[in-house]
Structures are given as structure tokens and as C-alpha cells.
């Protein structure tokens, strides 16, 4: 019987050894991946606020410290926070071997859904924010409180609409959306009504609104009509205090 020349063996021992080696480093990493030498026992969290910012943090921290800097589970991450709509994603990076970071993306409140005495806050894109503070921001009347988790309602998100797309500095003005006679409509804090009509074109009918609001001629105005963005008009001018109006 022919026996295996040297070289054969000695090459089919350098493979053998080669993969006792792959197992034994593929052995020591899974069991690294899971050790309490590189367990998570710092978090930092960043990219949110306002009231439900501590409770988010808790609840990432808890899901956290059960995780290594090897095996950051972001899925479970998410899922810890699932009943805070007011996040929008995640992101994690790791310092080895106990640091883990977190950094937020979050939905900014723009408007208020009212249905009753009830204030739901909804971001830009209708995602209802419940548990987020819904004081100070623009109303905008609905028939039911809503459900789900984002607005469904056609009508109800073109008014939404109307806010978002509001110059931050406008934006910050506008007390209440409603549905009228012209269309979508907006009442401004210490200011006239703005008649939009359709839901095109808002941030034209936006600029030319401001501009309006801008020229002293517009003083004393009820209402500004940008349904038309190249031709707004201003109308409904009050009498100035003082002078009574003539009677009939």
C-alpha cells in the first residue's frame, strides 16, 4: 500500500490546524460577542426632548445595559420605545469596550388636532404625537379624536398641511386651520385671515400672504385672498379707532 508522501502530510496537517484555529476564534468570538467584558454600562442619549424625554431615556438605558458594544440589538432598541410615536428613528455607535451611544430622530409637533375639549399633536406628515405636549400650537378642528397612528382623513391633512408649510416665523402666528366658504383658511395672531383655497401651492400662497402682511397698506385688513399667489388681495378694512362710520 502506497503511504501519503511527506509533503501531502504535512500540508494536510497545516489545514488541519488552520481549522481548529477558525473554530477555536470563532468560538472565543461568539462567546466575546456575549461577555460582561464588553457589556454596555454607559449610554448616551441624544436628540430628544421636552416632558417624555426622560421616560424615553430610561426605557433605551434599561434595554441598553442587557447588550454588548459587540451586539447592539437595534430592532429590540426600537421596539422598547415603540409606544413613543414621537421617535422617529435611531441610530447606536459603540466606544469599546462598555460605551454605547444613541442618537435620536424625532417628530416635531406642528399642529393640534381638536375634537372637543381634546388636543392631539401631529407632526408635519400627520404621525400622531400622543404624550407630546400639544400647548401653543396651531388648532385644527376635527370631527372625532383620532385614532391609529398616523391621520387618515384627506381634509384633515391638507390643513395640516397648511401650517407646515407656514415660514417658521408665520408659523409660529397661526392660531387656528379651518375649512370655509374660500376653501382652507387660517386665522393669525393679531392679524387678518388668510384664505387659501386648495391645498396647492401653499409656500406660494405663503410668501405672497407675507408680503402682504408686510406692506403698510395691509393694515387694518379682515382677510388676505392668496388663492391666487400672483394677485393677493386684502380686504375687509376696519375703520381706524377714532372715526365713526357714517350712518345710513
Do not use: C
Not at 1 to 27: E, N
Not at 71 to 94: H, M, N, W
Not at 98 to 125: C, K, S
Not at 184 to 196: C, D, H, I, N, R
Amino acid at each position: 500500500m502506497d503511504r501519503m508522501p511527506t509533503f501531502a502530510r504535512r500540508r494536510l496537517r497545516v489545514v488541519l490546524v488552520v481549522l481548529a484555529l477558525i473554530v477555536a476564534l470563532g468560538s472565543l468570538g461568539l462567546w466575546l460577542r456575549t461577555s460582561s467584558l464588553v457589556g454596555v454600562d454607559s449610554v448616551t442619549i441624544t436628540g430628544i426632548e421636552g416632558r417624555q424625554a426622560g421616560e424615553i431615556r430610561d426605557v433605551l438605558t434599561a434595554a441598553s445595559l442587557d447588550m454588548t458594544t459587540l451586539a447592539v440589538d437595534e430592532a429590540a432598541l426600537r421596539k422598547a420605545i415603540s409606544g413613543y410615536p414621537v421617535v422617529r428613528r435611531l441610530r447606536t455607535s459603540t466606544d469599546f469596550p462598555h460605551r454605547l451611544r444613541i442618537t435620536l430622530d424625532t417628530y416635531r409637533p406642528v399642529a393640534g388636532l381638536q375634537a372637543g375639549g381634546a388636543i392631539t399633536a401631529v407632526a408635519a406628515n400627520g404621525t400622531l404625537l400622543r404624550g407630546s405636549v400639544a400647548k401653543n400650537l396651531p388648532l385644527v378642528g376635527v370631527k372625532q379624536a383620532p385614532t391609529g397612528g398616523r391621520v387618515g382623513d384627506v381634509q384633515t391633512r391638507r390643513a395640516i398641511d397648511v401650517v407646515s408649510s407656514a415660514p417658521a416665523a408665520l408659523r409660529r402666528r397661526v392660531e387656528r386651520v379651518f375649512r370655509g366658504s374660500r376653501g382652507l383658511a387660517a386665522t393669525v395672531e393679531g392679524g387678518p385671515k388668510v384664505y387659501f383655497g386648495g391645498g396647492r401651492r401653499l409656500r406660494a400662497k405663503w410668501s405672497a400672504a407675507a408680503q402682504v402682511l408686510a406692506h403698510s397698506d395691509a393694515r387694518g385688513a379682515s382677510y388676505i385672498d392668496v388663492r391666487i399667489p400672483e394677485r393677493p388681495v386684502a380686504g375687509g378694512f376696519l375703520p381706524a379707532p377714532g372715526i365713526v362710520s357714517p350712518s345710513t
